[in-house]
C-alpha cells in the first residue's frame, strides 16, 4: 500500500497546524483524514479477493491541496454546499448577498469556504476524529456565527460515518456534506461506466441555466436520470435528453423516498466486487459523474483526475433551498441543532 506521508501535511496555514490524522479499523480497512478542510484524503477498503486499494481521489501532500484548481476534492463544504442563485437570498426581511464563484451564482461556501478552513481536531481514537470550526457573523456574507463540529468514525462494519452538527446565534441557511471523489475500482484513471448504481429516489429536482433547479421536482420514470434499478452509470450518460445536457452528464439533486435514516444508493463495480451503500438523514443526494474534470490535476501515485474517471453522492438539502418555498427548509434558527448524518458504507460481492 502506498500511505501518504504524513510529514508532508504538517505545516502552518494562517498561523493554524494542518496535520493527517488516520483512522483504522479491525479489519485492516483506514481512512486518512487532513483537519484542513476536514478532507479525505485516501480510503482503503478490500475488493473481493482482500487486495486493499485506494478508492477516494486525493494528493500526496498539502501543497498539491493548495496549488490545484480542485479545490472540493474529499473536503467538507460549507456553509452552504451546492449552489445559491444570484449568490443571494432574503431572511426574516434582510437581504444576504454572498460571494459569487460560479458564475452568476454562490457555490459550496464561495471562493473561501469550510473546504478552505483549519479545523481544530481531536483524535478520539483509532477509529474516530472529531473536527470543529467556527463560522463567524458575515463569513461569505452568512448571517449568524455558526459553531460546526464534524466527526468521522471508521467502524468495524468497513462504514465510514461522518455526523455534522451545527448551532448558530442569528438565523441562518446551513447545509453540509463532504465532496469525496470515489472509484470503486481504485483511483486508476479508469471509467466509472461500468459502475452499477441505484438511487431510492423517484424524483429529482430539474435544473435549469447555470445549474439552478426550476423549482419543479420531476418524476425520473422514463428518464435518463431513473436509477430506480441497478444501472451502469454510463448507460444514459451521453443522451441527448435536455437534463442531461445540462449537466454535461449526472449534476442532479435527487429527492430520496422515505424520511428519517435511510439507505439512499447503492453503487456496485463488477471488477472488484466493491459494493458502496450511502445511508443518511438528508432528503437529497447529488450524483455527480465527474464531467468536468479532464485530466490537468495530477492525484497520488502520478494518476491524472480524468473525465468521467469518479462520481460522487453528496448528502445534502436540496440547491438553492434558501430561494423556494417548496424545497425542504435550510434555515437553522438559534437554540436548535442541525444534524446531519452520512454513513459510506462499503462491501463486497463474492
Known amino acids: 500500500m502506498n500511505v501518504v506521508n504524513r510529514e508532508s501535511f504538517n505545516k502552518l496555514i494562517n498561523g493554524k497546524q494542518v ?46 491541496y493548495l496549488n490545484s484548481d480542485g479545490q472540493y476534492y474529499g473536503a467538507i463544504v460549507g456553509r452552504y454546499a451546492n449552489r445559491i442563485a444570484n449568490g443571494e437570498f432574503t431572511l426574516e426581511g434582510n437581504t444576504y448577498t454572498l460571494f459569487k464563484n460560479n458564475g452568476p451564482n454562490h457555490l459550496h461556501g464561495g471562493e473561501v469556504g469550510f473546504n478552505n478552513k483549519v479545523w481544530e481536531a481531536n483524535q478520539v481514537s483509532d477509529t474516530k476524529l472529531e473536527l ?28 465510514l460515518e461522518i455526523e455534522y452538527t451545527a448551532t448558530t446565534n442569528k438565523a441562518t441557511p446551513v447545509n453540509l456534506t463532504n465532496h469525496a471523489f470515489f472509484n470503486l475500482n481504485g483511483i486508476n484513471g479508469n471509467s466509472i461506466h461500468n459502475h452499477l448504481l441505484q438511487i431510492h429516489a423517484n424524483r429529482y429536482t430539474t435544473l435549469g441555466a ?44 435527487y429527492v430520496l423516498n422515505g424520511t428519517g435514516l435511510k439507505l439512499a444508493a447503492r453503487v456496485e463495480e463488477p471488477i472488484s466486487g466493491r459494493i458502496l451503500e450511502v445511508i443518511t438523514n438528508e432528503p437529497g443526494i447529488q450524483l455527480y459523474t465527474s464531467n468536468f474534470l479532464n485530466g490537468t490535476d495530477i492525484g497520488k501515485d502520478g494518476v491524472p483526475f480524468d473525465y468521467r474517471a469518479s462520481f460522487c453522492l453528496e448528502t445534502q438539502h436540496f440547491p ?14 438559534p437554540n436548535e441543532t442541525y444534524r446531519s448524518v452520512c454513513i459510506y458504507q462499503f462491501s463486497v460481492n463474492k
Open 210 to 253: 447555470h445549474g439552478i433547479p426550476t423549482g419543479e421536482i420531476a418524476s425520473v420514470k422514463n428518464t435518463p436520470l431513473d436509477f430506480t434499478e441497478l444501472t451502469p452509470i454510463g448507460k444514459h450518460i451521453d443522451s441527448d435528453h435536455e437534463q442531461i445536457k445540462l449537466g454535461n452528464g449526472y449534476d442532479h439533486n
Open 132 to 159: 470543529a470550526y467556527l463560522s463567524v457573523d458575515g463569513e461569505a456574507g452568512y448571517p449568524g456565527s455558526l459553531n460546526v463540529k464534524v466527526c468521522y468514525t471508521l467502524n468495524d462494519d468497513n462504514g
Open 320 to 333: 438553492n433551498s434558501p430561494n423556494q418555498e417548496n424545497f425542504p427548509s435550510t434555515i437553522l434558527h
Open 19 to 64: 496535520s493527517l490524522f488516520k483512522l483504522q479499523n479491525n479489519n485492516g480497512a483506514f481512512c486518512e483524514i487532513t483537519n484542513y478542510g476536514g478532507r479525505i484524503v485516501s480510503l482503503w477498503v478490500a475488493d473481493k479477493h482482500g487486495d486493499f486499494n485506494d478508492v477516494v481521489l486525493g494528493y500526496h501532500s498539502i501543497d498539491d
